[in-house]
């Protein structure tokens, strides 16, 4: 079985373009979080969603930032016009079930670089 | 507002010796508590999680926290600490939506002297 994939593993963008970053969760999992680890920081929540609803985007910056999970093909987040804050490791993690309580498994990360 | 605090950014220990390290949180429920690992470049591993029951809980690697309520924390240890343990490790606390979102301390790096 699988684990959680992310791709691309390392992404350069320059200033203004667009970054989209993918996850395929296990199999059997219809559950994807998103969170940011910024430099020297801990995981940031973005957005938890489940197979075509957003259930939670608390974490997502208003402006720039979407994320989608279709009912086919992987979860999507994607950045417009990208600046150099978003420099960042972007995790996704996925759950067979709603809650922690199953635990969530990580991907190895997309690192974002902005020029 | 669910807070995780992990008061040592740093820690080296030299391999053999015990580690511990250190977790805080703020929930004013019980918490469902969490310890991960992460190498470099790499994704998070979980260590082990703590829900109810035994406040002593037993993980991978060697790895065991302990819960302590009145004292809001969630302590990881390992009593011989190998060369390969050097990572960064994060401690973390389910946020009180029952969305299973995590919320993260900032993290300790481990470096192990030989």
Same mark, same amino acid.
């Given at each position: 079985?699988?684990?959680?994939?992310?791709?691309?593993?390392?992404?350069?963008?320059?200033?203004?373009?667009?970054?989209?970053?993918?996850?395929?969760?296990?199999? $059997?999992?219809?559950?994807?979080?998103?969170?940011?680890?910024? +430099?020297? /920081? &801990?995981?940031?929540?973005?957005?938890?969603? =489940?197979?075509?609803?957003?259930?939670?985007?608390? $974490?997502?910056?208003?402006?720039?930032?979407?994320?989608?999970? +279709?009912? /086919? &093909?992987?979860?999507?987040?994607?950045?417009? =016009?990208?600046?150099?804050?978003?420099?960042?490791?972007?995790?996704?993690?996925?759950?067979?079930?709603?809650?922690?309580?199953?635990?969530?498994?990580?991907?190895?990360?997309?690192?974002?670089?902005?020029? | 507002?669910?807070?995780?605090?992990?008061?040592?950014?740093?820690?080296?220990?030299?391999?053999?010796?015990?580690?511990?390290?250190?977790?805080?949180?703020?929930?004013?429920?019980?918490?469902?508590?969490?310890?991960?690992?992460?190498?470099?470049?790499?994704?998070?591993?979980?260590?082990?999680?703590?829900?109810?029951?035994?406040?002593?809980?037993?993980?991978?690697?060697?790895?065991?926290?302990?819960?302590?309520?009145?004292?809001?924390?969630?302590?990881?240890?390992?009593?011989?600490?190998?060369?390969?343990?050097?990572?960064?490790?994060?401690?973390?606390?389910?946020?009180?939506?029952?969305?299973?979102?995590?919320?993260?301390?900032?993290?300790?790096?481990?470096?192990?002297?030989?």
């Amino acid at each position: 079985n699988a684990g959680v994939m992310q791709n691309p593993r390392h992404l350069v963008r320059r200033r203004g373009q667009e970054a989209r970053l993918r996850c395929s969760p296990m199999k $059997g999992h219809s559950h994807v979080y998103w969170y940011r680890q910024l +430099p020297e /920081e &801990g995981l940031k929540f973005m957005v938890y969603l =489940q197979k075509e609803n957003i259930i939670d985007e608390s $974490g997502m910056p208003k402006e720039r930032f979407s994320a989608e999970f +279709p009912k /086919e &093909g992987p979860s999507i987040l994607r950045i417009q =016009q990208v600046v150099r804050g978003d420099s960042a490791a972007y995790f996704c993690a996925s759950s067979p079930l709603q809650g922690a309580t199953d635990t969530q498994y990580f991907g190895p990360g997309t690192r974002l670089t902005v020029l | 507002a669910q807070s995780v605090t992990q008061p040592d950014i740093h820690i080296t220990v030299s391999e053999g010796a015990s580690l511990e390290l250190r977790c805080n949180y703020s929930y004013g429920a019980t918490p469902y508590l969490f310890w991960y690992v992460q190498s470099p470049g790499q994704g998070l591993q979980l260590l082990l999680k703590y829900f109810s029951g035994d406040t002593l809980v037993q993980g991978i690697k060697g790895f065991e926290a302990e819960f302590k309520r009145s004292q809001s924390s969630f302590n990881l240890r390992k009593p011989s600490v190998h060369w390969s343990d050097a990572a960064e490790y994060f401690c973390a606390v389910e946020g009180s939506s029952n969305t299973g979102k995590l919320i993260f301390g900032q993290g300790t790096t481990l470096q192990v002297k030989p």
